[in-house]
């Protein structure tokens, strides 16, 4: 029978791209990982990696074994569940990554939520991009992920990842001036635009990659100057005059909006927000109190506008 340590290395490996990022990861010197990983092969009696540069990938045979690997975990984090709901009280810690507008507006309700009904679980939050969140989930550095998806942006849906839908969060066109001339319609508001300063989360992200997809139908090459993935900076350099951007309604946290706002085209007016677990923790009574907890502050007045 095949070493679960050793294979659970092998599977970390796959995700996490490098030795040096594993032996990182699990406190482990990178010699210890690799010749852990030389007793799986021998163990195997196959090449499991194969030099490529200055890196390794796994075989055919190695990937075979990573799959297999998956389902044994999974069905440990299902008995991890069902251990959890035999228990009268939760305890243990949660490991949640969120992203920037979700983490303010809905993380401290639910977070005193689960205080209040669960006083001993112990609840670790990191502000992360579901860019970064959602490989780190899968290698199981979090334990839940608030992530979303822009209109007509579909995120990857790995067979590994469970979701649940948690909200359907507007969007805008934020005006830098409550004025302007030709703007009576969607569509001519944002073209109104073509000519002036934006600002806009990084490139490479989701949010970037929409946004920029979003101007050029309307017709014109958006002049970016202003870079962050801190919204509320967004909000900002709009409310001073700097810049235009598109802002979700959750950025504002139940207030009344501070600057002049614009519907934008059809089909492109809402994000949806939802949470990601591994396949086969959803049961487990740390995820479902969670889950519980996120959707009674969506619900929460404190939270709507």
């Known amino acids: 029978m095949f070493d679960l340590h ?15 990022a594993v032996a990182s990861a699990l406190s482990y010197a990178p010699s210890s990982v690799s010749q852990q990983l030389s007793q799986l092969e021998a163990e195997v009696g196959v090449p499991l990696l194969e030099r490529v540069g200055r890196r390794v990938r796994l075989t055919e045979q190695a990937e075979i074994l990573v799959a297999h690997t998956e389902a044994v975990l999974e069905r440990l984090e299902r008995a991890e569940a069902d251990i959890a709901t035999s228990l009268t009280d939760l305890t243990g810690t949660l490991r949640i990554a969120s992203f920037q507008t979700a ?12 205080r209040d009904a669960h006083p001993r679980l112990r609840v670790h939050v990191t502000h992360m991009e579901p860019e970064s969140a959602l490989p780190a989930l899968l290698a199981r550095d979090f334990d839940l992920v608030l992530a979303e998806e822009y209109p007509a942006n579909p995120s990857p849906r790995p067979a590994e990842l469970e979701e649940e839908d ?38 490479g992200t989701t949010a970037r990659n929409w946004a920029m997809t979003l101007c050029r139908n309307a017709g014109f090459e958006p002049d970016v100057r202003f870079e962050s993935p801190d919204l509320l900076l967004h909000l900002r350099l709009v409310e001073h005059h700097h810049a235009a951007a598109f802002l979700p309604h959750l950025v504002w946290n139940g207030r009344r909006p501070t600057v002049p706002l614009r519907p934008l085209p059809r089909g492109q007016r809402t994000r949806r927000i939802f949470t990601v677990v591994r396949r086969g923790s959803s049961r487990h009574p740390a995820v479902r109190a969670c889950r519980s907890a996120l959707l009674q502050a969506v619900a929460s007045p404190s939270d709507t506008a």
């Not at 796959?14 to 030795?19: A, D, I, P, S, V």
């Not at 983490?103 to 689960?114: C, E, F, K, Q, R």
């Open 103 to 114: 983490a303010l507006a809905l993380v401290p309700t639910a977070l005193s939520l689960l």
């Open 6 to 20: 050793r294979l659970r290395l092998l599977r970390e490996l796959k995700h996490r791209g490098t030795l040096a």
């Open 166 to 203: 948690l909200l359907d969060d507007r969007l805008h066109l934020a005006l830098p001036q409550a004025r302007m001339p030709g703007a009576e319609t969607p569509l001519a508001a944002l073209r109104a635009l073509a000519d002036h300063p934006w600002v806009m989360e990084p490139e």
